[in-house]
Structures are given as structure tokens and as C-alpha cells.
């Protein structure tokens, strides 16, 4: 069980209601999230292959108490103390992903935005003749991907702004197979544009699907 885990929480809980925060919203937004997460790791079960995770887990939260203790009258110590809280929340969130087994399916999202974003700088080219848009887009990918490897909460929206030009450029190559299937325009010459047009036909499920990972596995970034 997570029992020292959630009384370490809930030391940190302790201090968080006693510290002279000004930004009374901000306040109660955290310790909103701390008391779910209180709740979550009192019935949480932890495997001996993450005792490690579980002990780092513990020293942050232990280093964070201490700091709340030591005294919070500046503006300074406050806001640190805050940045410090939301830091732990997000650690909190991803540990339970990780006792739980859910952040196994991280590498799924991590190949499906691969290869959505492989289709992209494949097809893209040659529907509108064009690399200026993939060369643009070039970075935020390959940053994106980088992120999502180191488990960087950074990595979202690099990624969503990755996926709307994906889902433009399914668009396009599903409305060019429509209008070849209704003999609106010439058929391709070779199979190499067959597959081509296949490629981009699945362009948008396949970001769709990643982009519905990374929101179900949003908690597992920190």
C-alpha cells in the first residue's frame, strides 16, 4: 500500500492550509488537487519494482514540508512555495500512471504521433507541391517527439499544433480520393500515388487516435 505516500501528502496538505497564500483561487486550486491525490494514493498499491520511484517520491515530498515549514512571509517564499506544489502535483499524477501500468501505453502515443507525423512530410510534398509547410514544421515535430521521450508535459502542445496540420492534410488527400473515386479527376499513373493517396486517406484517424492518447494520458507527462 501507499500509506506513507499519502501521509507524506497529507503533511504537505497540513502546511499548504496554514500558509499565508494571498491568491486565495489559487489556493484552493491546489489543495483541490492535493486531497484528490491524498485520496487516490490511500488506495493505491505500489510493486516492489517501484520502491525506488516511491522512496524519490517520498524525499520530494518530505523537501517540500520542510520548505513550507521553515516559513512562507514573502512574496518569494510564497511563490516558490506554489511552483514547488504544482511540481508535486504533477510528479504525484505521473507516479500513479506509472504504479497503476497506464503509462506503459505512452510508447503507442509516442509511435502513432511518429508516424502521423512521417505521413505528413511524405505526402504533404505532393499534394501541394510544395516543403515549405513540413520544412516550417520540421522543428516543432522533432522537439515534440524529444519531449515526449523525456516524459515533458511540453511536449502537448508542440504535438497539437503538430496534429492540426495533420488533419489538414488527411483532409485534403480524402477529398482527392473522393473526387478519383467519382471520376472527377485522373487516376494515378503508377502505384506509388495509390499508396501515396492511402497513406493520406488515414492521415486523420491515425492523428485522431494519437491525439485521443495524449489526452487520456495527459497525467502521465510531467
Known amino acids: 500500500m501507499a500509506r506513507d505516500v499519502k501521509d507524506a501528502i497529507d503533511k504537505v496538505l497540513a502546511e499548504l492550509e496554514k500558509a499565508p497564500i494571498n491568491d486565495g483561487r489559487t489556493k484552493d ?59 508535486l502535483d504533477r510528479y ?3 507516479s500513479v500512471q506509472d504504479f497503476t ?31 515549405v509547410v513540413p520544412i516550417l514544421f520540421f522543428i516543432p515535430t522533432i522537439v515534440g517527439i524529444m519531449a515526449l521521450r523525456n516524459r515533458s508535459r511540453s511536449a502537448l502542445p508542440l504535438m497539437f499544433l503538430c496534429y492540426i496540420i495533420h488533419v489538414l ?23 506509388f500515388y495509390i499508396v501515396i493517396t492511402v497513406l493520406g486517406c488515414i492521415q486523420i484517424p491515425l492523428a485522431a487516435f494519437s491525439a485521443t492518447l495524449a489526452v487520456l494520458l495527459r497525467d502521465a507527462l510531467v
Open 92 to 94: 504525484l499524477r505521473a
Open 101 to 131: 501500468g497506464k503509462s506503459k501505453s505512452l510508447r503507442f502515443l509516442h509511435i502513432s504521433f511518429i508516424a502521423s507525423s512521417v505521413i505528413f512530410f511524405i505526402t504533404w510534398p505532393l499534394m501541394i507541391n510544395n516543403v
Open 169 to 191: 492534410n488527411g483532409a485534403l488527400w480524402s477529398r482527392y480520393a473522393l473526387a478519383l473515386l467519382m471520376g472527377q479527376v485522373a487516376e494515378p499513373g503508377s502505384w
Open 29 to 87: 486550486a491546489l489543495l483541490k488537487d492535493l486531497r484528490e491525490m491524498s485520496h487516490i494514493y490511500a488506495d493505491l498499491k505500489i510493486g516492489k519494482p517501484f520502491e525506488e520511484q516511491k522512496k524519490s517520491l517520498l524525499d520530494y515530498l518530505t523537501k517540500v514540508e520542510k520548505k513550507a515549514s521553515e516559513g512562507l512571509e514573502t512574496p518569494s517564499s510564497q511563490r516558490a512555495f506554489i511552483k514547488s506544489i504544482k511540481t
